[in-house]
Structures are given as C-alpha cells and as structure tokens.
C-alpha cells in the first residue's frame, strides 16, 4: 500500500516552457515588489497580473486559482474585520494592502511551482547560485515529506485500529504529542541514515543535477517583462502615495 | 585471486560504550558472494558501516579495494569501489525523481549530466525498471524502490556491493526477482540478512555473526545443514 501525497500537475503552458532560472528570477522579483506596494490602485493590479500569470499564464483552473488565493486571505480575514472597526478607511486600506500582497506572493509561488517540475526548480536555484547545501536540503525537506506523511498517516490508522479517538481531554493532546515526538524521533534516526546514504554515494555538499538550461531569447523577454512590470507597479505606487 | 576486502582484528565501540564489534579477521576475494548472517544486533549493519567507511575508526585493520577506511584521505576514494543498499530503501532514494536519485552518484563521482542521465536510464533497464526515470519514489512499491535502490548503487560501478537486509519488506515475487538480479550481477557482494533462504539462494559463503563475534565462517551448503550451530546463534534452517 502506498500512503503518499500527490504531486499536483503541470500543464503545459507558456509559462512552463519559460526557462526556470529565468522565471525564478522574474517571479522572485514580482513577490519582492509585491511586499514594496501600499496603495490600492498598484495592489489590485498587482492582484490581476499575478491571477493572469496563473490562469492564462501557467493555465491553472480558475477554481484552483480562486480557491487558493480564499485560503491565503483566510489567515488575514480577522484584521479585514478589525482593522476597519479600529482605525476606519486607513485601517481598512491597510488590511485590504497586507492581504493583497499575501494573496499576491502565493499566487506568484503557485505559479513558480505548479509551472515547474521540482527537480527543474531545485536546478534553476543552483543556477542562480544558491548554496548547494542548501538545494540538497530543499531535495531531501520534499522527498521526506512524502515519507513522514506517509508514516504519519500510518500512525494515525494505528491509533485509530486501538480504539483512539481525536476529543478534547489531557489524553488526547498527551496521545498526539507522544505520536509527534515519536515522528520526529524516527525523523532524526532517518536524517542520520539519508545522510550516511549519501556520503557513501560521493555526497560532499555540492548539488548536482541532470538538468540542463539553454536561455532563448523569449526567455530574456520573459524575465525583462518581469522586471518592467515591478518598475511600473512600484513607480506607479509611489506616485499615488505622493497624491495622497 | 586478490583480496576486495580484508578485516585484521577488526573491532568497533560505540561512543555510548557499547561494544558492536570484538575483533575479527576474515577475507572476502575479489569476484566472491559472501553471506554475512546473523540474529538482530549481530553487528552486521555496524560491519558495513565500517567497511564503507561511514563509521571512521579503529582499532583493527580494513582493507576494501586497497583501501583503508581509516584514513581520511582513502575514505573519500571509498564511495567509487564500495556502495551500499541501506535497509530501508527510503533511507537511500532520496530525490524526487529515479532519474536523478540513480543519477545522484555518478555526478558526485565527476560524470557529466548527460553521462550520468545515460547510466541512470542503462541501470533502471538493468534492474527491471526501464523508462522509470520520471517516477518519483513514494510511487513505487516495495519491490520497485529495493530494485532502484541497487541500481543508484550500482551506477556507480563498485567493485564491492553491500546490501543490507535486501529481502525485508519484499512479497514473494519481489524477493524472487531480486534474487535472480543478484544472481546475475559482476563484481564482489556481501549479502547482510536473517533470511537464510535468501542467503542460501545467492551466496557460496557464509559468515555467522552473533553478538559482535564472528562464529563461523564456511561455505553456504555446510554450515546451513549444522543446525546445532544455527539454532546455538538464534537462527533457523532455510
């Protein structure tokens, strides 16, 4: 039996052929921009272009798109609610800014990962000279998290097969916490293991990968247009700070 | 025929004191299947770890392929003449995709991307996996990620193959296919197991340890049939 997450799919779209060093500079770009804009006008184009990218873009289902972008609001829902009470219109502009940007940056990162293989984006960061360390822990954090999923669904039948039920006592949070601590004891004799499995492969920090880049021109066009759009947001954006 | 392992009084302490290993001397020839069987906390993963050189340290003398793993300067050679297939495949298939997880070794050892895309491919072929390269390993079942496990070992072309309790987790029919793709691999192999059986079906030799000590060591057909001694160190007749 296999207890696993799914990898969720990857159309074909223009934004998947994008060279993925190339797109990840252009997207990192679009989320740190996005953190720059404060005024509405700026941050609901913002909102647009990135829904676009994801739609038309990376041709991800509206229904995926509109119910992500309701999940990463739903965190910053309370402020939309006090913020107004406490501080009238600028309370209400300032949390319908911070959940815009929040919305933004997901969306972007939906884009990134849903228009990219992971081994191809864990490629393109070596590329752009991330650490390679670093890339071999983001491989691992993904290929493990499948394995701790599957043991802690396989913890949780256990459980279950013993007459367990989630309720709102001592035992059950002592029950959870002990399931958790022995997760994270089996995590750590593992991360021991993984390790030793890959030294005796020759794993000696540097990331290696199979993949290979060729940057095209619409590539190059890709990532200026990019560039472009996060000049424009935030030029437009500061202008509008300065009328008001 | 020359030595691919040798182990001079071999010994191993934890840092916790507790003794995996007394000294032992044994010899595995180059081109050789050795078994090396034994009860649980026999020491037979801690042996591995050492000859691999993952569990640097003394006292006793190792030689793998000319090798000592005591030296620093050897153990870095070590990963291109000794691999291992860990006990549990998802200790050992760690990248998401079995293209890149076989390919893993090959790019650490110096090979070119594409070198090491064309072995990846040429090893999943070889051990029944053809054109899986794209699979990521929480997909496949246990037979399927014991078959690319070996085969991330042996694109890296060793001289010696370690596989560590190769059976657990297999059905009949994963474990009878994994039998017949040792039987047909080159090279030196030490086999790590409590399942006699599959021990009988792929190896000549044999080495019984039991509780850190080498009791016995003699080819596979003699000491299976003395059951006094396999029953005297906790194991069973296949």
Known sequence: MTLALRDPPAPDSPLARWDARWKLAGLLALSAGASLLETPGPLAALLALTAALAVVGGRIAVTAVVGRALLLALPVAPLLVVLPLADGRRGGLVAAAVSARLVAVGLTALVLIRTTGFPTLLAAAQGLRVPGVLVAVAQAAYRYSFVLAGEARRTRVALRTRGFRLRSDRRTYQTVGYSVGALLVRSADRAETVAAAMRVRGFSGAFHTTTAFRTTAADVVGFAAAIAAVAGLVAWDRGSAGDE | ?238
């Open chain 2, 1 to 238: 025929m020359s030595d691919a392992l040798s182990a001079r009084q071999l010994a191993h302490t934890y840092a916790d004191g507790r003794v995996a290993l007394h000294p032992m001397t044994f010899a595995v020839r180059a081109g050789e299947r050795v078994a090396l069987v034994g009860p649980n906390g026999a020491g037979k993963t801690t042996l591995f770890l050492r000859v691999a050189g993952v569990l640097p340290g003394k006292p006793g003398h190792l030689a793998v392929c000319g090798l000592d793993p005591a030296l620093a300067a050897h153990r870095s050679a070590l990963p291109a003449k000794v691999g291992i297939v860990f006990q549990n495949p998802d200790d050992q298939l760690f990248a998401p995709t079995l293209r890149e997880d076989v390919a893993f070794g090959p790019l650490n050892l110096g090979a070119t991307a594409a070198a090491a895309v064309a072995v990846a491919e040429e090893m999943l072929a070889r051990v029944g996996l053809p054109g899986a390269g794209d699979r990521t390993p929480h997909t496949l079942s246990g037979g399927e990620k014991r078959r690319a496990a070996v085969a991330g070992v042996l694109a890296m072309r060793p001289e010696v193959v370690l596989l560590d309790e190769p059976s657990m987790y297999l059905d009949p029919r994963g474990r009878r296919e994994l039998i017949r793709l040792l039987n047909g691999l080159p090279g030196t192999m030490v086999v790590a197991t409590h399942d006699l059986k599959f021990a009988a079906e792929t190896c000549q030799r044999v080495l019984i340890l039991d509780a850190g000590h080498l009791v016995a060591d003699g080819p596979t057909a003699t000491l299976f049939t003395n059951a006094a001694l396999l029953d005297r160190h906790g194991l069973e007749l296949p």
